[in-house]
């Protein structure tokens, strides 16, 4: 079955790490992907990493990928108040390049 | 470069109306998708269309209906609105199908 699931909230204090963690549940997913949403906002492609990857990293943004977990994970170094948002993990299943599959998101609060 | 736009940003419908989303496609991509998202949830795919083509749909009943112009640019309709249709529709878009980029939403309210 195609299922993507995230925890819903996760609190970090402004200048540490943050980590959000997906698990999914189609082994021959082709790509997954980190969107951002901001209140009132679209989607915002933030990464993605292609299923024969194990980590990417752009910027201040690490993914890392453990596929015989099915286990993806975002890491945002030196948190800051603009991240404030909803992260969606999601999935694209094999062969079916049409559509993604997206977790409920987890809301990232930004502590001072 | 204009990224995917949407029109119009919100819309305030009736129970029974119909109603119809326009979604315009970044320049060169030729592939347009339509997601429903409801407060809350994450969003859920409805149609792609490709060439003009319906290419995917979702589990979403036959009151939606999309198709894609010449252009590439897109229309979703739905017919006799329920107020469970009322959320944000994202319209996405990709060169064949893969990667996508989204644009900034249609909030649709059914009263």
């Known amino acids: 079955g195609e299922d993507v699931e995230q925890s819903l909230f996760l609190s970090v204090r402004e200048g540490d790490s943050s980590v959000i963690n997906c698990t999914y549940t189609d082994s021959s997913s082709t790509y997954l992907y980190w969107y951002k949403q901001e209140p009132g906002a679209g989607l915002q492609l933030l990464t993605y990493i292609f299923s024969n990857m194990d980590m990417k990293q752009d910027q201040r943004l690490t993914v890392l990928l453990n596929k015989k977990d099915k286990h993806l994970s975002l890491r945002i170094a030196d948190t800051q108040t603009g991240d404030s948002a909803i992260y969606f993990c999601?999935?694209?299943?094999?062969?079916?390049?049409?559509?993604?599959?997206f977790g409920k998101g987890t809301r990232l609060h930004i502590l001072p | 470069d204009a990224g995917v736009t949407q029109s119009p940003t919100h819309l305030i419908k009736t129970r029974g109306q119909h109603v119809t989303l326009r979604c315009s496609p970044i320049s060169g991509h030729k592939s347009v998708s339509w997601y429903q998202q409801v407060l809350g949830q994450g969003p859920q795919f409805i149609f792609q269309y490709y060439e003009k083509e319906e290419r995917g749909r979702g589990n979403f009943p036959d009151r939606f209906s999309a198709r894609q112009f010449p252009n590439y640019s897109s229309e979703l309709n739905v017919n006799a609105l329920l107020l469970g249709d009322s959320a944000l529709y994202l319209c996405a878009s990709s060169l064949s199908g893969g990667t996508q980029y989204f644009g900034p939403g249609t909030r649709l309210t059914v009263l």
């Open positions: 999601a999935e694209s299943p094999q062969n079916r390049d049409d559509k993604i599959i």
